[in-house]
């Protein structure tokens, strides 16, 4: 098993029961196939740059442990997702 780090932002219009929803559909992908260790919701915070003509995103972390190829299909579902406006995976053991 190997640790990462998942980082992503939610969009900010939606409401509170959705946004919930969509950490809680991350966070059932991962523990099929690994283990969350850890969900820190940082909350609403300016972004860099507008992302979809907006300048606040809801941005979440989780830390979890899964196989190599877990990271693979966590990004070809939040790719495809409708409230994650972006989103990276890192691979906290490969330093």
Known sequence: MT??????????????EKKEAAIETV???IEADGSV???DTWGMRKLA???WKKNEG???VIQFEANPELPKELDRRLKISDVVMRHLIVNKDQR
Request: overall charge negative.
């Open 58 to 60: 809801y941005y979440v």
């Open 37 to 39: 260790s850890e969900v």
């Open 3 to 16: 640790n990462y780090e998942l980082m992503f932002i939610i969009d900010p219009a939606l409401e509170d």
């Open 27 to 29: 966070k059932g992908i």
């Open 49 to 51: 740059y507008p992302i």
